[in-house]
C-alpha cells in the first residue's frame, strides 16, 4: 500500500508498504532516516521514539497505515522543530515568518532540514554533547526527541520529572547520570535563554 | 494482508461483521509486538485511530463513559478525582510513549490477566459497552473474562466504550514488579471503598487464569465494618480483621509459577497488598470522616 504523511515538515509518500510493516521500518529502510533505531521492536527501550502530531510515541509500535495523514518529528527534525517553538510557531499559532534578527543570522550552512545533517544542533542535542551523555549513541535520538518533548511541556523539571519522561527509554551504556545532567544542562540553558 | 481504514464507528461495525477475523488495532502496543515478532499475521488488520468518538469520554452523574481508545496518559491527568483507582493502574503501566498510546480498550481486547486496567476496574465497578451490526449491549466487568487471554466479545463485536463507576470514596492500587516502570505485574491488587453502598470493592491480577474478585474477602470485610459500626464511627479496622481480610485475598488466587514470580510469592504478595491498600483507602476515608465530622 501507498502512505502518505509529513515528516520533519515536509510531506512524504512511500510505496509499496507492508500492511504490517512498522513506521520505524518506513522511516529506516523506506525514506532513508536512520536517525531513529531499531533495538527491540517491542516497545521497551524507546530508542525509536518519535513525535506523531506531537506526542512522543514508539514507532516500532505504530502500524505505518496509521500515521496516514499525520505529522512525524523524528530526530533528524529535532533542530528545525525546537527552531520553530522558539520562533513561537508551529502548534502554539503564531508568526512562522522568519523574523529581522534571524534573517540577519542566517549563514549559508547548507544544512539539510530532512537529515538533518550539516545543520546547527538544537540546544537538547547540544547538552547532552556538552554534557558527555552520549557514549555509543544508539539510544540517543530516542532519548533526545523524549527530552526534548519533556522540555516543551515543562521547562523546569525536578529530577522526578526527568527519571520519569525518560523511563521508556534504556541506555546500556552510560548509567544515566550523563543523561540527567544534560537535561538538567538544557532547561538551564532554555531558562536563561542561552 | 489488508490494512482497513474505517472512518465511523458504523464503518467500523460494518467491516467487522463482513470480516470477523478482522484485528481491531487501536494503540498497537499489543498487537504490533505481535505482528513484529511474527506471532500473528491477521489477514485484515483494522485501524480504529481514525474514529475520534472513541478517543472520547464523558463524565455523567454516577458513571464515567470512557471512550475505549483514551489513552492511559489522558485518564491519568484527566480522570484521576472521577476515576483514581484506574488514574493509579494507568500511571503502572510501562512508559510514558506506550502510555500516549494505549488504552482500556485494547487492554480489555488483549483480556491478559496481567492487564493492570483490569483490577481497577473490577474493583470500582464496570460496564463494557459492545456493539455489532446486530446490536449493542452491556457486559458487567465481572462476566467479561473468560479465559486466559479471551473475553465475552462475539466475533463481530467491537469495544466502543466503558462505562466505570465514579469513584465515592479513596481507591487505591498496588503491583509488585522488579522496577518502576516497564513492568508486567508479577501481581496486582486493586481495591475501592464505596461509602455510598457501605461496600468494599477489590480486584486481583496475574494471580489467576483471569483477572477476579476476592468475593469472599468482600463479603467477609463488608460484614465485619458494618458489625463494627466502622462506616460512621471512623474508627480504625482491627488488625485482626485487616489480617483475615487480607488472607482471604490470598486464598482467592489461583497462581502459577513462572518466570516473572513463583505461585506462593504472589499469592503472599496479594495478602501484603490487600493489607496495605486496606489501611491505604481506610485512613484516607477516616481522615474525610473526621473532617466532615468536624466541619458539622
Ligand atoms: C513495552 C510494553 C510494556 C507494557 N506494559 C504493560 C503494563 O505495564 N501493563 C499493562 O496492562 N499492559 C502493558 N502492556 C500491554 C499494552 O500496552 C496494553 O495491553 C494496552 O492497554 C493495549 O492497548 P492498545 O490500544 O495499544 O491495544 P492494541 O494493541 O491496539 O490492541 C490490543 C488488543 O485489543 C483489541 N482491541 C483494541 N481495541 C479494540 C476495540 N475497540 N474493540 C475490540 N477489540 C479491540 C485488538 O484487536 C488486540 O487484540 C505493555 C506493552 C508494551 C509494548
Ligand atoms: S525499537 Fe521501538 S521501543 Fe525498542
Ligand atoms: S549511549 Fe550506548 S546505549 Fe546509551
Known amino acids: 500500500m501507498r502512505v502518505h504523511f509529513t515528516v520533519n515538515g515536509r510531506p512524504q509518500q512511500a510505496d509499496d508498504v507492508w500492511e504490517g510493516e512498522s513506521l520505524l521500518y518506513v522511516l529506516r529502510e523506506r525514506l532513508g532516516l536512520p536517525g531513529s533505531k531499531n533495538a527491540c521492536e517491542q516497545g521497551e527501550c524507546g530508542s525509536c521514539t518519535v513525535r506523531l502530531d506531537g506526542v512522543p510515541v514508539c514507532s516500532c509500535l505504530v502500524a505505518a497505515g496509521q500515521a496516514e495523514g499525520r505529522e512525524v518529528v523524528t530526530v533528524e527534525g529535532l533542530a528545525d522543530h525546537a527552531r520553530q517553538r522558539a520562533r513561537g510557531c508551529g502548534e502554539s499559532g503564531g508568526s512562522c515568518g522568519t523574523s529581522l534578527d534571524e534573517a540577519k543570522a542566517w549563514k549559508p550552512d547548507g544544512a539539510d532540514s530532512q537529515t538533518g545533517e550539516g545543520g546547527e544542533l538544537s540546544p537538547v542535542q547540544q547538552a547532552f554533547i556538552d554534557a558527555g551523555a552520549v557514549q555509543c549513541g544508539f539510544c540517543t535520538p530516542g532519548l533526545l526527541v523524549a527530552a526534548d518533548e519533556t522540555l516543551e511541556r515543562n521547562p523546569n523539571p525536578s529530577d522526578a520529572d526527568i527519571r520519569e519522561a525518560l523511563s521508556g527509554n534504556l541506555c546500556r551504556c552510560t548509567g544515566y547520570e550523563k543523561i540527567m545532567d544534560a537535561v538538567r544542562l538544557a532547561a538551564a540553558r532554555q531558562s536563561e535563554g542561552v | ?296
Open chain 2, 1 to 296: 494482508m489488508d490494512f482497513l481504514r474505517p472512518a465511523s464507528w458504523e464503518e467500523a461495525l460494518a467491516v467487522k461483521a463482513e470480516h470477523p477475523t478482522a484485528v481491531p488495532i487501536a494503540g498497537g502496543t499489543d498487537v504490533m509486538v505481535e505482528i513484529n515478532f511474527d506471532h500473528r499475521r491477521p489477514e485484515y488488520l483494522m485501524d480504529l485511530t481514525r474514529i475520534g468518538d472513541l478517543y472520547e469520554w464523558e463524565v455523567g452523574d454516577d458513571t464515567v463513559r470512557l471512550g475505549a481508545s483514551v489513552p492511559y496518559a489522558q485518564i491519568m491527568e484527566h480522570l484521576r478525582p472521577e476515576l483514581p483507582g484506574l488514574a493509579l493502574a494507568s500511571h503502572t503501566v510501562a512508559s510514558p510513549q506506550i502510555r500516549n498510546r494505549g488504552g482500556v480498550g485494547g487492554n480489555l481486547g488483549t483480556a491478559s490477566p496481567a492487564g493492570d486496567a483490569h483490577p481497577a476496574l473490577l474493583a470500582a465497578g464496570a460496564e463494557v459497552e459492545v456493539e455489532s451490526v446486530r446490536g449493542s449491549r452491556r457486559i458487567p466487568i465481572d462476566g467479561f473474562y473468560t479465559g486466559v487471554k479471551r473475553n465475552a466479545l462475539a466475533p463481530d463485536e467491537l469495544i466502543r466504550a466503558v462505562h466505570v463507576k465514579k469513584a465515592d470514596g479513596p481507591q487505591q492500587y498496588s503491583k509488585v514488579g522488579t522496577r518502576n516502570a516497564m513492568v508486567i505485574a508479577v501481581c496486582a491488587f486493586g481495591l475501592a471503598l464505596h461509602p455510598e453502598t457501605r461496600t468494599v470493592r477489590t480486584g486481583i491480577g496475574s494471580a489467576a487464569p483471569t483477572p477476579i474478585r476476592a468475593k469472599a474477602a468482600e463479603d467477609f470485610l463488608n460484614a465485619a465494618l458494618e458489625e463494627g459500626g466502622f462506616w460512621d464511627n471512623g474508627k480504625i479496622v482491627t488488625p485482626s480483621v485487616a489480617k483475615q481480610f487480607a488472607d482471604l485475598c490470598a486464598a482467592a488466587c489461583n497462581p502459577i509459577d513462572d518466570v516473572r514470580g513463583t505461585a506462593s510469592y504472589r499469592r503472599h504478595a496479594v495478602g501484603v497488598m490487600a493489607r496495605r491498600t486496606l489501611t491505604w483507602t481506610w485512613e484516607s476515608y477516616r481522615g474525610a470522616h473526621r473532617t466532615t465530622e468536624g466541619a458539622a
